[in-house]
């Protein structure tokens, strides 16, 4: 492995590194909520398209104005998004493959940490992190995003009747969370954010948010291209109408040249990290 490659490893290595941040390392744990066998044990595991799909989840979340309410009011996203983004990461590996006690802790956290956000939006109406339906929405959003990007960067063949079982299966988790209704095949999760849409709307607070998130600085100058890939990767996920509401230009002609790159990306680190 040449220096530059190396270095670029070591440097993701360390974004992801729980210990460096004081926090204990996720193990995989024979008695976790999924098994090795689970869709969600294989599509959770993989460095680039969990990046990928994280930040376009959460770009499609903020266009339900209770979510970006929530976000605005009760988080410091302005001072430490990257952090966000590494909580929500940390969760979804505790959940996927720690041991089922850890992943009990970490769900009722969550549920604690849900039932003190509550507000007003501009237009008066009230709203509250625990509503099952906003529970449902940033579910679905995640879990569509995560084998979204899974399939687009590491396994196009992926058969329908797995992507199906993965939605049953990560089902589990958004039931222990409170959300409902919750989507168990990928035409239920389709038909979910489809009924959702009517409810989302995009404003300058939303504008504000999203360039706060495509704008994140890489850590060091050799992941600068790392960066780059990963934010226009996560914006070409997105649904066409989704882009639109955010104003957001899809790559276009620079299409094949961001996908054939992520997904070169996506190899090397997978080998890199097994």
């Known amino acids: ?48 398209t969990m990046m990928v799909g994280g930040i376009a989840a959460l770009l499609l ?15 410091d996203f302005r001072q430490d998004m990257l952090g966000r983004l590494r909580r929500t990461a940390r969760f979804i590996a505790v959940t996927t493959y720690g041991a089922r006690t850890e992943a009990e802790a970490a769900i009722a956290r969550v549920r604690q940490v849900h039932a003190r956000v509550r507000g007003t939006l501009p237009d008066g109406t009230r709203y509250r992190a625990d509503d099952p339906a906003l ?14 990007a899974w399939v687009r960067y590491a396994e196009p063949a992926m058969p329908m009747a ?3 079982r993965y939605f049953a299966e990560a089902a589990r988790v958004a039931e222990a969370l409170g959300a409902d209704p919750i989507p168990r095949s990928r035409g239920e999760a389709e038909a979910l954010i489809a009924a959702m849409r009517p409810q989302l709307a995009a404003n300058d607070r939303t504008r504000e948010v999203a360039q706060i998130v495509l704008s994140q600085q890489a850590p060091s100058l050799e992941l600068k291209p790392v960066r780059a890939l990963t934010f226009q990767a996560a914006v070409d996920l997105l ?36």
């Open 1 to 48: 492995m040449n220096p530059l490659r190396r270095a670029l490893i070591g440097r993701v290595r360390a974004i992801f590194n729980d210990q460096a941040r004081g926090e204990t390392p996720v193990r995989r744990s024979a008695d976790a909520l999924f098994t090795p066998a689970c869709a969600p044990w294989r599509v959770h595991g993989d460095v680039t």
């Open 61 to 75: 979340q903020m266009l339900h104005p209770a979510v970006l309410a929530g976000v605005w009011d009760h988080s």
């Open 135 to 148: 529970l449902a929405w940033v579910h679905v959003t995640e879990s569509i995003s995560f084998l979204d």
């Open 162 to 164: 797995d992507q199906d």
């Open 239 to 274: 649904p066409g109408w989704a882009r639109e509401m955010h104003g957001l230009a899809g790559p276009r002609l620079a299409r094949p040249i961001v996908r054939a790159g992520t997904f070169g990306m996506a190899s090397a680190l997978r080998w890199a990290f097994r």
